[in-house]
């Protein structure tokens, strides 16, 4: 243990470090649990400053998570044992906790009703805290010291911290409750004297063993059902989101008419589709375009046909004046990208109908 002669200089040296902690690590963004009050969080609700600065003064922290990793660690007499996410104990796990930390200090953070029932019969009452609150009690630690957050658990009774529902720090039967757990977090433990009381503590043995219980070490018989977890009105809801799609169909059904039932695929004739093609490109006067797209498809069907490249126009030009007997040049006029385009509607259909001609005479011979 340190001497008392030290105690006030190494705290208030130690309040001034996690001040400045703190404020830098509400800055960071990239928290590596989201967990509130975890000793690895540095988000706002999280509590790393608390712990890397009791760290830096010496105190041993110790951050365990689960049943296993707390029985591998002994708990002495000059050990605290902090536990937060105190919402995950159950009957057998505060069991083991009493047990297995029997001969040091145990802070509980927080513990909801259904788990202070497990450890007290002094039902905590939540409390808005509109002002400071100050410790009035005989221990030397706190004595002087104030905290400050938005609301508390108060346990009815005597303990620090008195407020008209109850105190916010009591100790039952070995175990301390901390009420004001938001003083421990990152965004609140600058606030009033915050820090001070989060050191006074969790700083008093040469040990902190931080332990986050998990859900998954609870006997099976103690975790209920998914229906359990769900909120109430969950369900109510679910039913009126699901009566407002249905209501939106019918509505949206009737204003659109009955669906017309179409046997699929739907065949479209090859002639439809050149057809259509074609009333396009004449409403938009493209003669150009027009003679080059059918061009392009003539040498692509009839370089099948051939066997020969449609980009080969040349050889495919060749290929196709001899196996029809026609001259060369007369060939590569109706197939050449390079043939002048139709100069009016009718020497387009003119085109379009000798290239047919030409695909079909090439396909019989």
Known sequence: MRPRGTRAGWLIGAVVVLTVLAAALLRQGDARTTAPLDPHNPSPDGAQAVARVLAAEGVEVVVIRGRDALDAVAVGSSTTVVVTSSDQLGPSTVTHLREHAADGRVVVAAPPPTVAALLTDRDP?????????????????????????????????????????????????????????????????????????????????????????????????????????????????????????????????????????????????????TVGRGRLQQRAGDRTHAASVLRTATRRRIGQHLQVPPDEVTLLCAETSRRLARPVPEVETLLSPDSPAPTSDSALVRLAQELAALTEEVRTR
């Open 125 to 273: 009452i939540r409390t808005e805290l509109p002002r400071p609150v100050a410790a009035r009690c005989d221990d030397p630690r706190l004595s002087g010291l104030h905290l400050q957050v938005d609301d508390a658990y108060a346990y009815p009774g005597d303990g620090c911290f008195e407020v008209d529902d109850g105190a916010l720090v009591a100790d039952v039967d070995g175990v301390r409750l901390l009420g004001a757990a938001e003083l421990l977090s990152n965004a609140r433990v600058t606030t009033s004297g915050n820090a001070a009381v989060a050191l006074a503590l969790l700083g008093a043995t040469d040990q902190l063993v931080w332990y986050v219980p998990d859900l998954r070490d609870l006997d099976p018989s103690e975790v209920g059902g998914l229906a359990e977890a769900l909120p109430p009105w969950l369900g109510p809801a679910l039913w009126l989101v699901a009566l407002s799609g249905t209501a939106l169909v019918l509505w949206r059904a009737r204003r659109l008419g009955p669906l017309a039932v179409e046997p699929l695929p739907v065949p479209v004739r090859a002639i439809e589709s």
